[in-house]
C-alpha cells in the first residue's frame, strides 16, 4: 500500500545542438507533467527567457504526418501542431532511452535533444522540478543562432574590439546571467523553476502569446 503513494520522477538530459563544448542541463520532473510543463523547466533550467516559439518534434512517431508538440497558432508552417498543455510527457516518453527533438526560436534556430535518462521514486526531502547537473551558460536570447553566438564569444573576448560595449550592454535583457556573461559559467543550484501555469496564465491570458 506504501508503494502507491510514492511518486514518480523523470529525469532528462537536454543537450544544446550546433554548439561545442557542449551546453547541456540534467533536470529531474514530476510524471504528472505536460510537454507545456516541460518547456517552462527546460527554459529555466538552459537559462532561455521564454521570449519566442517552441515546438517538440514527433515526427519520428507519427510516420509521414508532421507533427509537433508546441503552441497551435502557427499557421505559416506546414504542421500539425497539438497543444503542450493538452499532452503529458509519460505519453511519449514511455521509457528511458527515448529522445524528442526541442526547438526553440525557429528564427535562430536552436535546437535541444531531450532525452529520457529514468524513470526514478521521488524523494520526499527534494522539491520537483529540480535541475542536479549541467555545464555552461545558455547563449543569449536573439543573438542569431550559433555562427552569431560565436561571433559573439570573439567579441567579448577582444576588449579593444569596436562593438565590444555596445555588446556588452545589449546583454541587458538577452541573457539570464548578463553582467557579467560568462560563457563557460553554469551553476544547477541556482537555477529556479518558474510555476507553469502561471506561465501559462502570463502567456496566454491578456498579455499577449510568446
Not at 510537454?35 to 527554459?43: G, N, P, R
Not at 521509457?95 to 536552436?110: E, H, T, V
Not at 520526499?124 to 560565436?150: F, H, L, Q, T, V
Not at 574590439?161 to 538577452?174: F, N, Q, R
Amino acid at each position: 500500500m506504501a508503494n502507491s503513494t510514492k511518486k514518480l520522477i523523470y529525469q532528462f538530459r537536454i543537450t544544446l545542438l550546433q554548439i561545442a563544448p557542449s551546453i547541456w542541463r540534467r533536470i529531474q520532473v514530476p510524471e504528472r507533467y505536460t510537454f507545456w510543463d516541460l518547456h517552462v523547466a527546460i527554459q529555466d533550467s538552459m537559462g532561455w527567457l521564454d521570449y519566442h516559439l517552441h515546438a517538440f518534434d514527433l515526427q519520428r512517431y507519427e510516420g509521414k504526418s508532421a507533427v509537433e508538440i508546441g503552441i497551435p497558432d502557427n499557421e505559416t508552417r506546414d504542421l500539425r501542431t497539438i497543444a503542450g498543455w493538452e499532452v503529458g510527457i509519460a505519453d511519449h516518453f514511455i521509457r528511458p532511452g527515448i529522445s524528442i527533438p526541442y526547438k526553440y526560436d525557429f528564427g535562430d534556430g536552436w535546437v535541444h535533444d531531450i532525452v529520457l535518462e529514468g524513470i526514478l521514486v521521488g524523494e520526499p526531502k527534494w522539491k520537483y522540478p529540480r535541475c542536479i547537473a549541467g555545464e555552461r551558460a545558455c547563449p543569449p536570447e536573439d543573438c542569431g543562432g550559433s555562427d552569431g553566438y560565436y561571433r559573439l564569444l570573439e567579441i567579448l573576448r577582444a576588449a579593444e574590439h569596436p562593438e565590444h560595449s555596445d555588446t556588452i550592454a545589449w546583454l541587458k535583457g538577452h541573457a539570464r546571467n548578463y553582467h557579467p556573461y560568462d560563457p563557460e559559467c553554469f551553476d544547477p543550484q541556482a537555477v529556479r523553476f518558474s510555476d507553469p501555469k502561471k506561465r501559462w496564465t502570463k502567456a496566454f491570458t491578456g498579455n499577449g502569446r510568446q
